[in-house]
């Protein structure tokens, strides 16, 4: 019988860049599953309610294969945080889904996970957050998540989902992060569409997680849960219990710090610059990247270049390669699907003092409409 | 195939709109072309309006989301026009030069005066055909009237070859595993309980789609 059982291991490296690949025409749902199935998977916790794509579906089919050795089903999104919080404190290897009102309602959780050092997969499909009400594709939960104190990658396509999610377990048990990493990309576009993915063995899977090697211990009958609990810092005892949250904080900030080289590693850098030497640039994160792509191909029809910066890791943000790759641009558009344009802001703060160029202020979609290559054009070229 | 087609396909719920869609994209793919298939719909539900988007192409396609500018149209209920359940207004909103369009319908849908100078403009062609009433005569069911818009595509176009469509067929329903939700879980073991067998399922949609050609009729403008 196929599973988990009669894998092999084979490190991280082997899976994600040596292994041979074979195509696959599969939607981005199913791009996950196909990851997860290779990921040496402990437990899988889901709550998957509208909206969200079938992703947890086919890995409760994975569980039924045998690929994955538990499944968890939650009582919303709250119990579902929760639970993974539980799993992979005690050394298990864990994973969840959720996308937009279903993360909004589990936000207290989320940002509670980075804080007690908790590796784990988040998968998110972005969808509209506010009202009045849509289901459609919309990354504005990602502001959210900016914040939250996890790593987070943003997938252009299918073959991203695949490959930073497998990525993602190796990133987030590393000693040096032991973060969770949140792996987005944005609904339908990606999660329901479908295109080729290329994709290692079946037989193939990663290593187990090996939680002793970790940054804190997981808790077993020698460690009980008493690291965060014993004199939490909540309980305001003395000067210490400052001291302590404070400096809690900077280690997660200086964890992000140290996760940049095993980002880069794993995801092949935290950018892809196509055109590095064109003075008018985009950049971009997302399924905007995919719309980027095809207005440079127009662009150079028309015999313009135009260079484009893909964004890949959002958290830790890849402040020193954008100053390298944008020192000498001259106008710069960040396309975005969400209103307010928390990349655009990214893109300022890193920036500013460190390059002459002129930042648009957009372009942007939002509701959960695409982005017309038209309207990347219209703005590269709004100046002229 | 030397330039990308980019077809929209504008139904209702239930009527197999994104299942058509990854169908076809699967035929393309089978055929050596390069394809993305992109479904688009609200909350679930049957009679709501449903669309998905296939693009197919012999070179590598970069864009995703809504096909805005279609080369192809498919409309598979009559009320995406005349009650407006669509995603644009007016249902061929976007459509390129010499695009064309293909409406499930009895008879002629009803456009006014305005919509058809427009479509004369674009030198755009409509065809129409009952493909719900030849799902339900040649196919004995209702729900192949998606399968029945595949066989009017593939009559007015070469988009992809028959065997492409035999063999996506026989994938979709022969034992593959995809499914685009459980709704269209469920709606599939409705379908394959009205067949004993799944080859017969595949033989009566296949029959249903070559039963398609004779009964096109090209609308004049």
Request: hydrophobic share 40%; glycine share 8%.
């Given at each position: 019988?196929?599973?988990?059982?009669?894998?092999?291991?084979?490190?991280?490296?082997?899976?994600?860049?040596?292994?041979?690949?074979?195509?696959?025409?599969?939607?981005?749902?199913?791009?996950?599953?196909?990851?997860?199935?290779?990921?040496?998977?402990?437990?899988?916790?889901?709550?998957?309610?509208?909206?969200?794509?079938?992703?947890?579906?086919?890995?409760?089919?994975?569980?039924?294969?045998?690929?994955?050795?538990?499944?968890?089903?939650?009582?919303?999104?709250?119990?579902?945080?929760?639970?993974?919080?539980?799993?992979?404190?005690?050394?298990?290897?864990?994973?969840?889904?959720?996308?937009?009102?279903?993360?909004?309602?589990?936000?207290?959780?989320?940002?509670?996970?980075?804080?007690?050092?908790?590796?784990?997969?988040?998968?998110?499909?972005?969808?509209?957050?506010?009202?009045?009400?849509?289901?459609?594709?919309?990354?504005?939960?990602?502001?959210?998540?900016?914040?939250?104190?996890?790593?987070?990658?943003?997938?252009?396509?299918?073959?991203?989902?695949?490959?930073?999610?497998?990525?993602?377990?190796?990133?987030?048990?590393?000693?040096?992060?032991?973060?969770?990493?949140?792996?987005?990309?944005?609904?339908?576009?990606?999660?329901?569409?479908?295109?080729?993915?290329?994709?290692?063995?079946?037989?193939?899977?990663?290593?187990?997680?090996?939680?002793?090697?970790?940054?804190?211990?997981?808790?077993?009958?020698?460690?009980?849960?008493?690291?965060?609990?014993?004199?939490?810092?909540?309980?305001?005892?003395?000067?210490?219990?400052?001291?302590?949250?404070?400096?809690?904080?900077?280690?997660?900030?200086?964890?992000?710090?140290?996760?940049?080289?095993?980002?880069?590693?794993?995801?092949?850098?935290?950018?892809?610059?196509?055109?590095?030497?064109?003075?008018?640039?985009?950049?971009?994160?997302?399924?905007?990247?995919?719309?980027?792509?095809?207005?440079?191909?127009?662009?150079?029809?028309?015999?313009?270049?135009?260079?484009?910066?893909?964004?890949?890791?959002?958290?830790?943000?890849?402040?020193?390669?954008?100053?390298?790759?944008?020192?000498?641009?001259?106008?710069?558009?960040?396309?975005?699907?969400?209103?307010?344009?928390?990349?655009?802001?990214?893109?300022?703060?890193?920036?500013?003092?460190?390059?002459?160029?002129?930042?648009?202020?957009?372009?942007?979609?939002?509701?959960?409409?695409?982005?017309?290559?038209?309207?990347?054009?219209?703005?590269?070229?709004?100046?002229? | 195939?030397?330039?990308?087609?980019?077809?929209?396909?504008?139904?209702?719920?239930?009527?197999?709109?994104?299942?058509?869609?990854?169908?076809?994209?699967?035929?393309?793919?089978?055929?050596?072309?390069?394809?993305?298939?992109?479904?688009?719909?609200?909350?679930?539900?049957?009679?709501?309006?449903?669309?998905?988007?296939?693009?197919?192409?012999?070179?590598?396609?970069?864009?995703?989301?809504?096909?805005?500018?279609?080369?192809?149209?498919?409309?598979?209920?009559?009320?995406?026009?005349?009650?407006?359940?669509?995603?644009?207004?007016?249902?061929?909103?976007?459509?390129?030069?010499?695009?064309?369009?293909?409406?499930?319908?009895?008879?002629?849908?009803?456009?006014?005066?305005?919509?058809?100078?427009?479509?004369?403009?674009?030198?755009?062609?409509?065809?129409?055909?009952?493909?719900?009433?030849?799902?339900?005569?040649?196919?004995?069911?209702?729900?192949?009237?998606?399968?029945?818009?595949?066989?009017?595509?593939?009559?007015?176009?070469?988009?992809?070859?028959?065997?492409?469509?035999?063999?996506?067929?026989?994938?979709?329903?022969?034992?593959?595993?995809?499914?685009?939700?459980?709704?269209?879980?469920?709606?599939?073991?409705?379908?394959?309980?009205?067949?004993?067998?799944?080859?017969?399922?595949?033989?009566?949609?296949?029959?249903?789609?070559?039963?398609?050609?004779?009964?096109?009729?090209?609308?004049t403008f």
């Amino acid at each position: 019988m196929a599973n988990t059982v009669n894998q092999r291991v084979v490190t991280p490296e082997h899976l994600l860049f040596e292994a041979p690949r074979t195509k696959a025409f599969i939607t981005g749902s199913e791009a996950a599953s196909e990851a997860v199935r290779r990921a040496n998977v402990d437990i899988a916790i889901a709550y998957p309610i509208t909206p969200q794509s079938e992703t947890m579906e086919r890995i409760g089919n994975l569980f039924a294969e045998g690929y994955i050795r538990d499944y968890y089903r939650a009582e919303d999104e709250v119990g579902a945080f929760s639970a993974i919080s539980g799993a992979s404190r005690t050394g298990v290897r864990c994973m969840t889904a959720s996308s937009g009102p279903g993360l909004m309602r589990g936000l207290e959780t989320i940002a509670s996970w980075p804080g007690h050092r908790l590796p784990l997969v988040f998968l998110i499909m972005c969808r509209v957050i506010n009202a009045p009400l849509s289901i459609q594709p919309d990354n504005l939960e990602l502001d959210y998540m900016l914040t939250s104190g996890n790593i987070l990658l943003h997938g252009e396509n299918q073959q991203d989902f695949f490959d930073y999610t497998l990525a993602g377990f190796a990133i987030s048990e590393k000693c040096e992060v032991t973060l969770p990493v949140a792996v987005a990309v944005d609904g339908f576009f990606v999660t329901h569409a479908r295109a080729w993915v290329e994709m290692p063995s079946a037989e193939l899977k990663l290593p187990p997680r090996d939680c002793y090697s970790e940054a804190v211990p997981m808790i077993d009958n020698e460690n009980p849960p008493v690291r965060i609990a014993r004199d939490a810092p909540i309980q305001k005892s003395n000067f210490i219990s400052y001291q302590m949250h404070a400096a809690w904080q900077q280690e997660i900030h200086a964890a992000h710090e140290r996760s940049r080289k095993w980002v880069s590693r794993y995801i092949n850098g935290l950018v892809e610059v196509v055109n590095p030497e064109a003075e008018t640039l985009i950049v971009a994160s997302g399924s905007a990247v995919s719309q980027s792509r095809e207005a440079l191909r127009q662009a150079e029809e028309m015999g313009k270049k135009v260079g484009l910066i893909k964004v890949k890791s959002l958290r830790p943000f890849p402040t020193a390669e954008l100053r390298a790759a944008c020192r000498h641009a001259k106008r710069i558009i960040v396309p975005e699907f969400n209103c307010p344009g928390w990349l655009n802001r990214e893109v300022r703060a890193t920036l500013y003092g460190h390059s002459e160029a002129k930042i648009a202020d957009g372009p942007r979609v939002y509701g959960g409409i695409t982005m017309p290559t038209e309207l990347i054009l219209e703005w590269l070229f709004k100046s002229e | 195939m030397t330039k990308k087609t980019s077809i929209r396909m504008s139904g209702l719920g239930g009527q197999g709109v994104v299942t058509a869609a990854h169908i076809l994209g699967s035929a393309a793919t089978r055929d050596g072309l390069v394809s993305t298939v992109t479904p688009f719909f609200g909350a679930e539900k049957r009679l709501a309006p449903a669309e998905s988007y296939v693009r197919v192409s012999p070179s590598r396609i970069y864009e995703r989301g809504e096909i805005l500018f279609p080369n192809v149209i498919m409309i598979f209920h009559p009320h995406v026009i005349s009650l407006g359940k669509c995603y644009t207004m007016p249902f061929f909103a976007g459509l390129q030069p010499s695009g064309l369009m293909l409406v499930n319908g009895d008879s002629a849908p009803e456009l006014s005066q305005d919509e058809r100078e427009a479509l004369k403009r674009l030198d755009a062609k409509l065809y129409y055909f009952p493909a719900t009433k030849l799902a339900l005569e040649v196919g004995g069911t209702d729900l192949a009237t998606n399968i029945a818009m595949l066989g009017g595509l593939l009559a007015i176009t070469h988009i992809v070859s028959w065997q492409g469509i035999t063999d996506a067929l026989a994938e979709r329903f022969g034992g593959g595993k995809f499914v685009a939700s459980a709704t269209t879980a469920a709606l599939d073991d409705a379908l394959k309980s009205k067949y004993e067998k799944v080859s017969q399922l595949l033989e009566q949609n296949m029959a249903v789609m070559q039963a398609v050609g004779p009964t096109i009729k090209e609308f004049t403008f």
